[in-house]
């Protein structure tokens, strides 16, 4: 009889938003932050926010990784090259974004799918509410805590701190 064990953060691959597929294991031993984004939304100023902690803690082992996401409100309908040339030149975003994805229903990213079970939101909920959702990850790839869209990421920074 063999033992199954659950999946892990690390088993997990995504396109980047080139589109190239990258294993989640090449952040193993980083603490990660891990967010649904969108450009058209009224929590789109939290990419500064987040490039802020990202230059902050980067050195010391924090990844940021932005998944855009359509799924509410339509606030990001672009392409690829007009959500990274967005968040590059409107925020200057230099943290890794992904390919635009799905984080809720029957499409959603088998990521997000893991993230919502292992993190669930308010009453258990698994569903994501809204874009700027974000999960924090430890260094062994525990997911430790999700935060509302309406968390900044700067209010994260004590968190992120004791992870380090």
Request: proline content about 5%.
């Amino acid at each position: 009889m063999t033992t199954q064990t659950s999946p892990s953060i690390y088993d997990f691959s995504v396109n980047t938003i080139e589109g190239q597929s990258v294993s989640l294991s090449t952040y193993q031993d980083k603490v990660l932050l891990i967010v649904n984004t969108a450009s058209q939304c009224g929590f789109t100023p939290q990419y500064q926010g987040l490039q802020s902690v990202y230059n902050k803690y980067k050195d010391q082992g924090l990844e940021v990784l932005g998944f855009p996401c359509n799924q509410f409100g339509q606030q990001e309908p672009g392409s690829a090259n007009d959500i990274q040339s967005f968040c590059e030149m409107r925020f200057g975003v230099t943290f890794p974004l992904f390919e635009k994805i799905d984080v809720n229903g029957a499409n959603a990213h088998p990521l997000f799918k893991y993230l919502t079970k292992a993190a669930p939101g308010i009453f258990g909920t698994e569903g994501i509410k809204w874009n700027f959702t974000k999960f924090l990850v430890d260094r062994s790839g525990k997911v430790v805590k999700r935060y509302p869209s309406t968390t900044k990421p700067e209010d994260i920074e004590r968190d992120i701190q004791a992870l380090l």
